[in-house]
């Protein structure tokens, strides 16, 4: 039995419209490539509800089984573009200096 996402929990406008594009396009893509959808489900080991949830766009399947589904249909990099390395860094200094050996609270 999956988990329930409660409804009270608002999700971002800008993050449901996103979620509704890509169910759009990996069904899209699923009919293209004609993948019935038991075999697809099958292949990105969820259930053929979830895959209906999916297609539909629905916030409460997890993000792995969306990525799973793009790159199941080949669409990952077009819909899902790794981050610049830039974002992936911290501009923020370490706080405390490395302790080494000769401190007094090494032990």
């Known amino acids: 039995m999956s988990k329930r996402i409660s409804e009270n929990v608002p999700i971002p406008l800008?993050?449901?419209?996103?979620?509704?594009?890509w169910g759009k396009a990996i069904r899209a893509q699923?009919?293209?490539?004609?993948?019935?959808?038991r075999d697809f489900s099958h292949r990105i080991n969820a259930s053929l509800n979830?895959?209906?949830r999916?297609?539909?766009?629905?916030?409460s399947v997890q993000v792995g089984t969306?990525?799973?589904?793009?790159i199941t249909v080949g669409i990952m990099e077009r819909l899902c573009?790794?981050?610049?390395?830039s974002l992936m860094q911290s501009a923020i200094?370490?706080?405390?200096?490395p302790t080494t050996k000769?401190?007094?609270d090494y032990f």
């Open 14 to 21: 800008p993050a449901v419209d996103l979620l509704q594009r």
């Open 30 to 37: 699923r009919q293209v490539k004609k993948i019935p959808m």
């Open 50 to 52: 979830t895959l209906q």
């Open 54 to 59: 999916l297609e539909r766009g629905e916030h």
């Open 66 to 70: 969306y990525l799973t589904a793009m």
């Open 81 to 85: 573009p790794p981050p610049e390395y």
């Open 93 to 97: 200094a370490r706080v405390r200096a």
């Open 102 to 104: 000769n401190d007094d």
